[in-house]
């Protein structure tokens, strides 16, 4: 069985701070405490000027969305405010949709959310895709919000960005933790009622639980395959239960990914990038946990720990047996690309193009390959076609 009709591919950029010091390794965490006179703003130019210009390359090359993502007090992620880098991203663009993976509604205000997404919309033409996350652990050590009640605030935060999109505004709005008297967005979004949503997570049951009360699409992003599987089933069985039926492309499927002329090569070019990844800038020492963000069935199930074992301490084997993890020639990735998504029944796979202290010349070598010899293979073995690898047909 090959991937399915209407599938489209992104590429995810999560924009690491990569020039540190030698001796980084000997420090606990990554995350939170870590001095941000480590921080060189004229390096920190330099890389959001080359990060943009990867993802500006790969609308270019014709992938179908591009993704950013939220992250706070961390070398691991330049984009505290990934709206911003959105934004940064809508004029250098034409076609492509951008996803924001995306600001943790709890810990934001919600009408100011609304608002932001609701520009954005507009300004990218009906572009943008959301997803909403609960935010890491290690978010809660940086925002003044009680990780207990997270949970119960974001539920509330959502209901308030929907009701702002609505078209009978002003609404007044009286919540628990937030309160309007005139709750009413200017502007409103191009796509209407609003732009596409997900939820993302590590498998929380309260997590696909409110995604399938909506009717959004849901993605546990680096959990363990086993995991996400088992989370986006659930997620089916639950939308069945409130009325909703999952599309495959409202579970969408992420890949690190390296593409060379052999699986050797790629192998080689990737592994110290994936080390880095996940021995160094993962590692968030006793930040990785909070009091009261894991419900107490969830807290014995885990044996205390939110993140994976993956985070922080790097196993190559390992991780590529229980990760989707691949390092290959264009049809080793294929082939690795076209099970997972029809395991997991998508028609969305997001390729994460950039790991670690990845060079550039690394990320346009695998974009390239990826846009004219992996995709199109997909796609011909989907249509049983040969491949003729024109630029052009990824944008079909």
């Known amino acids: 069985m090959a991937i399915l009709p209407e599938t489209e591919f992104y590429a995810w950029h999560f924009m690491p701070y990569a020039a540190l010091p030698e001796d980084i390794e000997d420090r606990d965490s990554l995350w939170v405490d870590l001095p941000n006179t480590l921080f060189d703003p004229e390096v920190g130019h330099s890389f959001y000027t080359r990060y943009l210009s990867e993802l500006v390359l790969a609308e270019k090359l014709g992938f179908d969305g591009l993704c950013v993502n939220e992250h706070h007090g961390t070398a691991y992620s330049l984009m505290p405010v990934p709206s911003l880098i959105a934004a940064a991203l809508i004029p250098q663009t034409t076609r492509a949709k951008i996803c924001v993976m995306g600001t943790p509604p709890a810990i934001e205000q919600p009408h100011r959310l609304a608002e932001t997404y609701a520009m954005l919309d507009v300004m990218s033409g009906g ?58 967005v200017w502007p409103r979004p191009y796509q209407q009622p609003h732009p596409k949503i997900y939820f993302v997570g590590s498998g929380s049951p309260e997590t696909i639980e409110l995604a399938a009360k909506y009717g959004f699409g849901y993605s546990s992003t680096f959990s363990p395959i086993a995991t996400q599987l088992a989370a986006q089933q659930r997620l089916r069985e639950l939308s069945a239960e409130y009325g909703h039926t999952v599309r495959p492309d409202q579970v ?78 264009p049809k080793t990735v294929a082939d690795a690309v076209e099970k997972w998504a029809q395991d997991a029944q998508t028609t969305r796979v997001i390729f994460q193009i950039h790991l670690g202290d990845m060079p550039h010349w690394k990320v346009v070598r695998t974009l390239t390959y990826l846009a004219e010899k992996v995709i199109p293979e997909l796609r011909a073995r989907r249509d049983g076609s040969a491949v003729s690898a024109p630029k052009a047909a990824l944008a079909s």
Do not use: C
């Not at 990038?273 to 800038?281: I, P």
């Not at 009091?291 to 190559?316: A, E, T």
């Open 252 to 329: 969408p499927m992420t890949v690190q990914v390296m593409v060379a002329d052999t699986d050797e090569e790629a192998e080689r070019d990737m592994e110290p990038h994936a080390r880095f990844f996940f021995d160094v800038l993962l590692r968030a020492g006793r930040f990785s946990d909070v009091p009261g963000y894991l419900s107490i069935d969830q807290f014995r199930k885990r044996n205390g720990h939110v993140l994976p074992p993956s985070h922080g301490k790097f196993d190559w084997d390992s991780v590529r047996t229980t990760h989707r993890i691949v390092a290959g020639s």
């Open 127 to 184: 572009r943008l895709e959301i997803a909403m996350p609960l935010g890491t652990p290690m978010e809660y050590w940086l925002n003044p919000v009680n990780p207990v009640t997270a949970r119960e605030r974001q539920a509330e935060a959502i209901d308030i960005m929907l009701k702002a999109w609505s078209k009978d505004s002003p609404h007044r709005y009286e919540g628990r933790f937030f309160n309007y008297r005139y709750l009413n």
